[in-house]
């Protein structure tokens, strides 16, 4: 079975702080997909990074780093220097390749509030 | 311009009454998703489909229906067998990464 487990229901820093959001997974696929999906008070979310399970170089986008370990199936996405309009719902999710598990399975999401 | 569009945006719905959400989407994905969000809760899936004409359960299907005839739609059926359907409705298409419309905020009065 696929499960994306994101233990941290809330984070708040202090505006320039950095925050890592973890989040770990379950999949019996060898290949498979994992995401980072920002969720502001609007409500639509937004994506933000896709890696495959063959990719295991970490990334980084300007403020957004991602470093994804599959010896410890863990994706985690820190921020550095936090900003207030990093304040959003942040939600990890996997999608497998096969037919059975070609479904973006998501997790409960982080809350980060970043204050001024 | 390409992307999701769900409507209504906001949905009142009377106890017993079947209600549908649109979904449309004009990316050419094969695949469409349906979730569910409640109030500070992550996203479950309702239904998903990864073709036309077929579709699969996901893990809260109970009380929905849906149908894919067309490639670009998907919609949602929220039938009266559905004993909580207040929600925040997300639907998605994907192709390699998902795209989402903006929600449709559902509410039984």
């Known amino acids: 079975a696929q499960k994306v487990t994101q233990a941290q229901t809330e984070i708040s820093v202090v505006e320039k702080e950095d925050v890592t959001l973890d989040c770990v997974y379950e999949?019996?696929?060898?290949?498979?997909?994992l995401f980072w999906y920002k969720q502001p008070p609007s409500g639509e979310l937004v994506f933000l990074i896709r890696?495959?399970?063959?990719?295991?170089q970490n990334e980084i986008s300007g403020r957004y780093s991602w470093n994804f370990q599959k010896s410890t199936s863990s994706f985690n996405f820190t921020i550095t220097a936090s900003q207030v309009v990093d304040s959003a719902v942040y939600f990890c999710?996997?999608?497998?390749?096969?037919?059975?598990?070609?479904?973006?399975?998501f997790g409960t999401g982080t809350r980060l509030q970043v204050f001024p | 311009d390409g992307g999701i569009t769900q409507s209504p945006k906001y949905l009142f719905r009377k106890e017993g009454q079947n209600v549908t959400l649109s979904c449309e989407q004009n990316?050419?994905?094969?695949?469409m998703y349906w979730y569910r969000q409640d109030p500070g809760q992550g996203l479950r899936l309702i239904y998903y489909?990864?073709?036309?004409?077929?579709?699969q359960k996901g893990d809260i299907a109970e009380g929905y229906s849906v149908s894919r005839e067309k490639k670009e739609s998907f919609p949602l059926t929220v039938t009266s067998a559905q004993k909580n359907p207040t929600a925040f409705y997300l639907c998605?298409?994907?192709?390699?990464?998902?795209?989402f419309g903006q929600g449709t905020r559902l509410t039984v009065v």
């Open positions: 998605a298409s994907k192709n390699t990464e998902a795209f």
């Open positions: 999949t019996r696929d060898t290949t498979y997909y």
């Open positions: 890696r495959n399970s063959f990719d295991e």
């Open positions: 999710a996997l999608s497998g390749l096969s037919y059975n598990t070609d479904k973006l399975i």
């Open positions: 990316l050419n994905h094969d695949a």
């Open positions: 489909s990864q073709i036309v004409n077929d579709f």
